[in-house]
Each structure stands twice: as C-alpha cells, then as structure tokens.
C-alpha cells in the first residue's frame, strides 16, 4: 500500500508541475498502474487527466488514437468507481472520443481537482447550461491549493477572487462570459 500511496504522489506531483509522463510512449508502467491496476479513483482521475495531456501534446493526431480509446475506457472504468455524478469523471468525460459518453446534465458541485474545474469552464462556453450560474458563482470562492481545490469563505459571495479566474474570464451570468483571448486546446 505505500508503494501505491507513492506512486500516487509521484504522478499527482506531475499532474500539479504541468509535467507529461506519458509523452512519446513513456510512463507504460506507470500508465499501466494509474489507469488500470490500482482500484482507487483518485489513482484514475490523476491518470485520466496525465492522459489527456498526453493526447494534447501529441503533435500526430493518428499516433494518439490507441491513447484516446484508452481514455474513454478510463472515464467508464472511472464511472464504475466513483459513480455516475462525480464532476471530476464527468468532466473528463467531455472529452472522450465517443460522443455518447459526454455527460448531458449540468454539474452541481466543483470537482476536488483544479484540472476537472478548467475542463468544466472551458466546456461551459460552449454549452453554458454546464454550469449553472449557482455554481459559477461558488466558483469563486475556490482556492487552488496546487492539484486540489479549497472553499474560501468570503464576506461578498460572486466577488472576483485574486488568481481564481484565467484571464479572460468573466464570473459574471452565463448569458455575458467571454472567451479567452486564446481558445483553449482541444
């Protein structure tokens, strides 16, 4: 168990420090481990996002096919584990390759991982009833605390949090957020 408890770490840590170990065919232990061996799901969800910034950065969109499969296996592995209405599972499911996979009811809580939140923002503009203004607005009021997310209390609920916003984002209503000055990676 401390093995796995340290092999957990050590890819929650590359999750945070932006690092890809799965980048041109390495980490298949690793891969291996987070993605199908351990039965914990925070084990899965590190490796689902670890694999989809794998599948991001692969400059050959053919080369990542075997990896965007895998993906969406994961996301179904992940459901089994965690339930249907986890907004981190569904957020990575946004972002399988099999359509009827993407979660098709808004969320109703934050995810535990800063990464599910940036996949659940950038999804919402495109399909705004993602996010209910409710949970836009609470939004707000998380802390990124590296890989994981904190409520802060505050005296002004909806106010603009210092560092909790990208540039380029609007907490205000659904009807008026804007685009990033950049889009997003596919």
Same mark, same amino acid.
């Not at 980048?23 to 390495?26: P, Q, S």
């Not at 298949?28 to 799901?41: F, H, K």
């Given at each position: 168990?401390? /093995? !796995?408890?340290?092999?957990?770490?050590?890819?929650?840590?590359?999750?945070v420090?932006?690092?890809?170990?799965f980048?041109?065919?390495?980490g298949?232990? &690793?891969?291996?481990? &987070?993605?199908?061996?351990?039965?914990?799901?925070v084990?899965?969800?590190?490796?689902?996002?670890?694999?989809?910034?794998?599948? !991001?950065?692969?400059?050959?969109?053919?080369?990542? !096919?075997?990896d965007? !499969?895998?993906?969406?296996?994961?996301?179904?592995r &992940?459901?089994?584990?965690?339930g249907?209405?986890?907004?981190?599972?569904? /957020?990575?499911?946004?972002?399988?390759?099999?359509?009827?996979?993407?979660t098709?009811t808004p969320?109703?809580?934050?995810?535990?991982f /800063?990464?599910?939140?940036?996949?659940?923002?950038?999804a919402?503009?495109?399909?705004?009833?993602?996010l209910?203004?409710?949970?836009?607005?609470?939004?707000a009021? &998380?802390?990124?605390r590296?890989?994981?997310?904190?409520?802060?209390?505050?005296?002004?609920?909806?106010?603009?949090?210092?560092?909790?916003?990208?540039?380029?984002?609007s907490?205000?209503?659904?009807?008026?957020?804007t685009?990033?000055?950049t889009?997003?990676?596919?």
């Open positions: 168990m401390a /093995a !796995q408890d340290e092999v957990i770490e050590a890819a929650r840590l590359a999750l420090q932006g690092r890809n170990p980048a041109g065919g390495r298949d232990e &690793l891969r291996t481990l &987070l993605l199908r061996g351990y039965s914990d799901p084990a899965g969800l590190i490796g689902a996002h670890l694999l989809l910034r794998a599948i !991001q950065a692969e400059p050959d969109p053919g080369a990542a !096919q075997a965007r !499969q895998l993906f969406g296996a994961t996301v179904v &992940l459901r089994g584990l965690g249907p209405a986890n907004p981190d599972i569904e /957020a990575l499911s946004l972002h399988c390759p099999d359509p009827a996979l993407w098709r969320f109703t809580v934050p995810p535990m /800063a990464a599910s939140w940036s996949l659940m923002v950038d919402s503009f495109d399909r705004p009833e993602l209910p203004d409710e949970l836009w607005e609470a939004g009021r &998380l802390r990124h590296r890989a994981f997310f904190a409520y802060a209390v505050d005296d002004a609920p909806g106010r603009r949090t210092p560092g909790c916003w990208p540039a380029g984002r907490s205000s209503a659904r009807g008026r957020r685009r990033p000055a889009p997003p990676a596919a």
